[in-house]
């Protein structure tokens, strides 16, 4: 068997909560403040997303590498990320500077958000729902980052 060594640079990366500052990358899955979009006896219904598709797809993700080699995007498709299980980073971007939120609520990121999750418990379970077919472009990031939080008391 042949080893193969790869270098890792540690990066130390700020986690903020889900907040204010997150909803240029999308929003928090919660109801508008504006009312429910239908109402019957005893349930509300909110409408929080909707766009055009040719049919959509409900995923289960599993992520357990608290590595970054790459962050994607889907230009053509918004995503959710909904935590199940464990506690999870997701990195965001719409350039250059990446910000680090706290995965602890179910979120709908906007089309061409690059993104990428890292657990920071042992494992983290997510539920992810996106357009049938998504085009995924990814952007490498050289050496990998093996990331560590830094606001602990946030956590």
Do not use: C
């Amino acid at each position: 068997m042949q080893s193969v060594k790869i270098n890792f640079t540690m990066t130390k990366i700020k986690v903020k909560n889900l907040d204010k500052s997150f909803e240029q990358y999308g929003r928090i899955i919660k109801p508008f403040n504006e009312g429910p979009a239908e109402q019957g006896k005893g349930w509300d219904f909110y409408m929080l997303s909707k766009s055009k598709s040719d049919g959509w797809r409900i995923g289960y993700l599993i992520q357990t590498s608290k590595e970054v080699n790459y962050l994607e995007k889907h230009p053509k498709s918004k995503e959710t990320f909904e935590p199940i299980e464990g506690v999870g980073i997701i990195l965001l971007s719409l350039g250059d500077k990446i910000d680090a939120y706290l995965l602890d609520k179910p979120i709908i990121l906007n089309e061409g958000v690059w993104h990428a999750l890292v657990a920071l418990s042992e494992r983290v379970k997510i539920k992810i729902s996106e357009n049938l077919e998504v085009e995924k472009i990814t952007r490498p990031i050289k050496p990998p980052r093996l990331i560590i939080p830094t606001s602990a008391k946030e956590l």
